[in-house]
Structures are given as structure tokens and as C-alpha cells.
């Protein structure tokens, strides 16, 4: 995605927890969206910051700082069924980063 | 279900040929968005629509066009197909530019 980076993949074990980063070099910042896509489905919204800080939402949390470009998206008590892939988009800018591919291992 | 409604799910269609991809936003929604997605692929931004008229266009090609109707319903149009083209389409839509979109459950194109 354009001047959005986050890893490729990751994998983590069932039960602990995993932060999935993104930075992000795009102006006129307006916030940030996560979503989720499991493989050929559609992705799905899971959060979105404006405001620098952590957003908590069950089991999944979202953190922005703006001053520094940064995201990241933190699953705990990973279930198998959070084997997908993590998109970050910069909102106002509808690119997507490549995402990043979460394997849980049980 | 999102509220996005995309048709058809599946398509295939030979190369050199035409096909257009229709996109029922949700209700109330103004915005609609179009990415491709290929195989094991990020999903790569095409165009975006608001209120019927282009906002914002992506890495879509000259042969790709795209247009938002006055019913908000929207349709891609795809030419001169090529192998490379086949992909998964999926359409979007938000209220307005910035909040979060909603997407449909997309179109599989496969071009032989």
C-alpha cells in the first residue's frame, strides 16, 4: 500500500497475545482504520483512531500516535479463528496497506 | 451481511472481452469504492465515487472505467481483458470520505 508498511507475516501460539504494527507517511492524516479479512471474504472493520491513544474493543485494541506515524492492533486470548489477515488504511485516503497474514498455531 | 451488494459472485469470461461489476451500496451510504484484490494480493484501490461524482482515483487502468449512477448504485467496467486481470473485485461503501466502509462480499473474475 502507498507509504503504508507493515509486516508481512506473523504467527503466535492459541491463548497469548499479538500486536500487529503500521506506520504510516501519508499527509493530511484524518485517522486510522483497521480491518480484518479472512482468506477470499470480504475484510471487515475493526477499529478506528483519530485521537493519539488506545482504543480497547474485547479482545482486540487499537493504538495511534500520530506524532510518530504509528499504529498497532493487539489480539489477546488469540483464538484460531484469528488466523486472517490485518489491513491498516489511512482514512480520507482509501489505500490499504498489504496487510499482514496472522497465523495462530495451537 | 454488510449491506453491500455485489453482483455477480462469479464471472468468466475469455480475454479481449468486456464485463461490467455492479455494486449496490448500503443504504444511506454516499461513498462507494473499488479495489482489486489478486491472488494472495493486498487489496490495490482502484476508484472512489461520492454523490455521483469521481473523488479520487487509484492505480486503475485506462481500460477499467467506472461510474456512480443518481440511484448511488454503482458499476465497473472492464475491457480488453487480459489474464492478468482476474482477481477478486470487491466494492465498498461509507457515508461520507472518511469514516469507516463497509464492503461487499466481492465479484471473482477469471479470465481464460
Known amino acids: 500500500g502507498q507509504n503504508i508498511d507493515q509486516p508481512t507475516e506473523m504467527t503466535a501460539t492459541e491463548g497469548a497475545i499479538v500486536q500487529i504494527n503500521c506506520t504510516y507517511q501519508?499527509?493530511?492524516?484524518?485517522?486510522l482504520f483497521w480491518y480484518q479479512q479472512h482468506a477470499g471474504e470480504a475484510p471487515t472493520f475493526l477499529s478506528y483512531?483519530?485521537?493519539?491513544g488506545l482504543e480497547e474493543k474485547g479482545r482486540f485494541s487499537s493504538f495511534l500516535s500520530r506524532s510518530k506515524g504509528y499504529s498497532y492492533l493487539l489480539l489477546k486470548e488469540l483464538q484460531m479463528k484469528d488466523s486472517a489477515s490485518y489491513l491498516c488504511?489511512?482514512?480520507?485516503?482509501?489505500?490499504f496497506g498489504d496487510g499482514t497474514t496472522l497465523t495462530v498455531k495451537p | 451481511d454488510s449491506g453491500v451488494t455485489q453482483t455477480p459472485k462469479h464471472l468468466i469470461t475469455a480475454t479481449g472481452q468486456r464485463v461490467t461489476l455492479r455494486c449496490s451500496p448500503r443504504?444511506?451510504?454516499?461513498?462507494v469504492y473499488w479495489y482489486q484484490q489478486s491472488l494472495d494480493q493486498g487489496l490495490q484501490f482502484l476508484i472512489q465515487?461520492?454523490?455521483?461524482?469521481?473523488?479520487a482515483k487509484g492505480n486503475i487502468l485506462e481500460r477499467f472505467s467506472a461510474q456512480q449512477f443518481p440511484d448511488l448504485h454503482s458499476e465497473l467496467n472492464l475491457s480488453s481483458l487480459e489474464l492478468g486481470d482476474s482477481a477478486l473485485y470487491f466494492c465498498?461503501?461509507?457515508?461520507?470520505?472518511?469514516?469507516?466502509?463497509?464492503f461487499g462480499q466481492g465479484t471473482r473474475l477469471t479470465v481464460v
Open positions: 488504511a489511512a482514512a480520507g485516503k482509501s489505500t
Open positions: 465498498a461503501s461509507s457515508v461520507e470520505v472518511d469514516n469507516k466502509a463497509f
Open positions: 501519508t499527509s493530511g492524516f484524518n485517522g
Open positions: 465515487y461520492y454523490n455521483g461524482e469521481e473523488r
Open positions: 483512531n483519530v485521537l493519539d
Open positions: 443504504s444511506g451510504d454516499l461513498s
